[in-house]
Each structure stands twice: as structure tokens, then as C-alpha cells.
């Protein structure tokens, strides 16, 4: 995988976990915390258009802001998107 597509497998990702937590949370609350970290652009219906940094602090910081609103449930989330992409680094 070359690293065009491994950018795009984490733009996907992060859409994705976005979308799950906007069914969990409401999109406003999922929007709010995804915006909330810094080098994560959305476009205006919530999708990761582009990841300014590291990418997997981007990820990781991402997650834990949506873990601290429901620890159990959002992992076990978290989890079974990540088994989709297999290639993409997982994050403890």
C-alpha cells in the first residue's frame, strides 16, 4: 500500500468513526468533537477531507474524545470499524 492510499484509509476510517458517533451521540456532538481536534478537516456534512500532523495522534486523540463521553460502548465500536481496515495501524 503506498502512502496516497494509506491517507486515504485513514480519511475513511475517521469518516466513518465520525458517522458511527453521530448515530450515538447526534452528529451535532459528534461534529463538535471531531472539529474539536486540531489538524482534522471535515467538509460541511461531517466527512475527513484531509489530517494535518501526525496521522495516528489524529486518530487516537479523536477517539479518546469520543471514549470519555461512553468508554465501553465507543470502544467496542471503535473496534469493529478498525477490523475493516486491517492495514491502518490500530491504536491501544
Known sequence: M?????????LLLLSEIIAKMAV???????ISKAQSVDGIILDNKGNVIEIKGY?????EELVNNYVRLSDVTVKKIIDS????????????
Not at 24 to 30: E, L, N, P, R
Open 2 to 10: 503506498n502512502m496516497v492510499d494509506n491517507k486515504k484509509q485513514y
Open 24 to 30: 450515538i451521540f447526534g452528529s451535532d456532538v459528534a
Open 55 to 59: 496521522t495516528i495522534d489524529k486518530v
Open 81 to 92: 470499524i478498525f477490523e475493516k481496515y486491517p492495514e491502518v495501524k490500530r491504536i491501544s
